[in-house]
Nanobody
Framework: QVQLVESGGGLVQAGGSLRLSCALS????????MGWFRQAPGREREFVAT????????VYADSVKGRFTISRDNAKRTVYLQMNSLKSDDTAVYFC??????????????????WGQGTQITVSS
């Protein structure tokens, strides 16, 4: 059974940085891409970034482009989200997700098959 375990969340001041990790355990040989989403209180879960597992191609939401960087370490089966220049609007629970299908999109919840439990990021102004 595949599990995704996020870590690295916490409290940070505006302008600061954090790095999230998502470790993939279990049978992960069919991973096509990994993604990060976030959900703020009272809001829907939204796409943040995605990376293809094999080639490392990345896509970002406009709201984080230039500030966040998604990367992966295939040997460690871990995906990262480096977050710089954090703003109060970045406060949310962050989720990593795994997509096994090679077709379809990458920016909707339904595009992904497995989800982590989420980790809280709070940016204080």
């Amino acid at each position: 059974q595949v599990q995704l375990v996020e870590s690295g969340g916490g409290l940070v001041q505006a302008g600061g940085s954090l790095r999230l990790s998502c470790a993939l355990s279990g049978r992960a040989f069919s991973t096509y891409r990994m993604g990060w989403f976030r959900q703020a209180p009272g809001r829907e879960r939204e796409f943040v970034a995605t990376i293809t597992w094999s080639s490392g191609n990345t896509v970002y939401a406009d709201s984080v482009k230039g500030r966040f960087t998604i990367s992966r370490d295939n040997a460690k089966r871990t995906v990262y989200l480096q977050m710089n220049s954090l703003k109060s609007d970045d406060t949310a629970v962050y989720f990593c997700a795994r997509k096994t299908r090679t077709y379809g999109g990458y920016s909707r919840e339904g595009d992904y098959d497995y989800w982590g439990q989420g980790t809280q990021i709070t940016v204080s102004s």
